[in-house]
């Protein structure tokens, strides 16, 4: 079921009512209305593959019941390795197998050798890189003695499969969500408007911005040899608008959605093109992810603490990782090593140039920063969109020429002028909102009702009026 | 929660005074550039508006078609009334059989035909319908029928067009609206037909298309086969002729016919006649000289009214 589909706004009233209309009165019995609306909610694409989340929910509650009863090392090893195997067994069967398999077929091909293996014809199951890595950190968590186990079954089920963030995240850790399903939960208003506000900011992120950069995005990275430099660089201008909008708009969902049960959700976006450095991005892009890798990959690899190659490596590693992440691609792939190397190159600049790290003061330098910093991030989002390491370099080519200055000649200049229009409010309102969890959390707050509901009603009737009128999936529900 | 509810409550009238105002505004003052989601049918060549005057001041005909563009392109009523048969053509630009429905139910009673042509063809199947969903809601007035029948397609265009074309309504403005000819090559013929004199049509190869069926528009077709039995009514499923390398394009030919020999009374004038690409005018529609051929061919294959 898609956030911005007609089933969901259908789905989340009846949910809500009988959430705090119905099963109100009992924690446990709150958890297993949370299950079953989340797997009803996950089953309606596709419900075969409800056996993968029952699975790893199933082997992670016990690891973690066995990581409390057992205490010998050897045991507690084991029973992590199964979590692993599990997890990661789920994740590369799906979503790697077949990338494996085409990749050894083809190295062998380089050498003269030819080798036949076949493929299977897999469908890659919806949110499953997302749930695998919060259940695997619960297990590595429990491990490393972070946090004690539950041994509430329903609060666990929920935790994994929470229908706001079961498939694109934010990736949440159960220190912070689990205890939340063992409490009672006691309706907020404030909560409730709060999280209102910000689905509403979400969807017309999602389907005013990120759709409708989409449909050029489209066009032109299926097609570069036929468009102008100049189109192209629109291209990778909205792509790169297209994919924040989207995923942050989707993350805003999420959380919003969160709020109106009685959960807090970790922030996933923080303006992260406004940032000054490729290491602040990174500290601003999908946080949840991020801070999953640094705790689960780049410490245990030594973190900073370690000599200049080891660190090189440990970067190089963790990025790498997380583009793979991404998905079974070479593109994902080269989008994270691109990233590292440019966090590296940063990291020393840095180094060498304190001013650079030091708190922002928003002058002309920073503006600098700013747009280098998101220039150098839109070039490698080329990477993560394009179909193929080819592509990427043929849209690269394409890039400069000295049709740079010419005018797009991808469609006409009225239809792209409503476009930016919408991501200058776009920026302006981030802008704006770039301390808050999201940008209008505050935005007419102390006006009177009156201009408040207009405002709200304002992004909706955009919505109506400038949505991409199909139902198209989020960009994060295929990793 | 209850103050959570309450305002909630408030809030929804609110928008949507809020949002018929704004789409009345839109409508009226914006250019379609600013207005993707509110798209006027109106001067598209479709000439859905007239059409639909016209059926108003219509009754017991002898032969009623209906249909997507193919069945305005395609039925000439002019070379029926020659042969002393009375006719109408209520086909409207990508009418769907959900639209076809709702027609019916609209007209059937007022035209009471003695005969139904129905043009078929597997793209009518394979389209969600909201362009002409779009297009008739626009163009014709709204009541609970059109309601319910914008309800069915959860489409944010059609429910846009619904709330204008109230307005217009309120406003009478529909009544002073005088249609234009906005094609040159296409004239709008009393009876509903448009002519189009187009010389021919340079026929490309198409890329195999493969349809799948909608299941809403299966059942929606079931259901006008079971109106018109159930009212006594004669009808003829015909597939218009189109261009060869477009009818050899779609993949899914005899799927489409076994389901319509389930129906009986189907006929595929592609199959009975052969026409190259100087009869059609783009690669889906007839020109006068392809219509003339094919209407003779209609008469004189059907019997109607035998």
Redesign the interface.
Known sequence: MLFNS?DFALFLPIVFLLY?GVTHKSIKLQNIFIVVASYLFYGWWDWHFLFLIVTSTLVDFFVGIGLKKYHSVKSRKALLVLSIITNVGILVFFKYYNFFVESFVNAFSLFGKDISASTLNLILPVGISFYTFQTLSYSIDVYKRNIEPTTNFFAFTAFVCFFPQLVAGPIERAKHLLPQFQKKRH?N?ND??DG?KQILWGLFKKMVIADNCGRYVDILFSNSSDYSSSSLVLGVLFFSFQIYADFSGYSDIAIGVAKLFGFKLKQNFATPYFSKSIIEFWQRWHISLSTWFRDYVYIPLGGSKVGTSRFICNILLVFIISGFWHGASWTFIFWGFFHAILYLITYYIMRKRKDLAKAKVYGFKYVIQVLITFSVVSFAWIFFRAESLDNAFVYIGNLFSVSLFSIPNFT?I??LS?LLFFISVLLIVEWRGREEPYAIKLLFYNRIKMIR??F???L??FI????N?DEVPFIYFQF | MRRFIKQILLFIPFFIVFYCIGIFVFGEIMPPFLKPNLKSTKNLGGYTFTRLQEVKTVSNIDVLFLGSSHAYHGFDTRIYEKKGITSFNLGTSAQTPLQTKFLLSRYLDKVIPKEVVLQVSPFIFAIDGVESTVDIVSNDFVDIQSVALATKLKDINVSNALIYSSFEDFFNKKSSYKEKNSFASTVYVSGGYVESNDTGYRGNQYIITDFEFKKIQLKAFDEIITLLENKGITYHLVYVPITKPLYTSISKQLDFESLMNIYGGYHDFNKILSLDSTYFYDRHHLNQKGATIFNNKLIEELKLLQ
């Not at chain 1, 109506?464 to 949505?467: E, F, K, L, P, S």
């Open positions: 007609v705090w309706f208003y409730g408007v209102l006409d009225r239809s409503v509901w207009s709200y009603a304002l909706l009737f109506g009026m400038y949505a009128t």
